[in-house]
């Protein structure tokens, strides 16, 4: 689980990565984030947006409640 200030700074660590931008140097982007983040399938490259992942493994975190209550934690904690 990341803040949404974590999740900001990641997504441009991604962006300079994929568009090879640097400190002195920052290219003119002929397509939008948006596009890129597009399934492949209607002509993006596929990745997903830094956000959009955080939010699935929260989601993950909470459908796989049998995590939190394992049956060696139980003992433990009886």
Known sequence: MLSK???TIIGKKFKSF???DTDQFI?????SWSSIC????Y????L???DTINQA????????????FLPWNL????
């Not at 002509?43 to 596929?46: A, D, N, Q, S, W």
């Not at 493994?57 to 939190?68: A, D, P, Q, V």
Request: aromatic residues 10%; charged residues 30%; proline residues 3%.
């Open 48 to 50: 997903r947006k830094m």
């Open 38 to 41: 597009s399934p492949k399938s």
């Open 75 to 78: 003992k433990a904690r009886c």
């Open 57 to 68: 493994y929260i989601m993950k975190l909470g459908y796989r409640r049998e995590c939190f």
């Open 5 to 7: 200030s974590i999740c």
């Open 43 to 46: 002509g993006g490259l596929g």
């Open 18 to 20: 994929i568009w090879e």
């Open 27 to 31: 290219k003119i982007h002929v397509t």
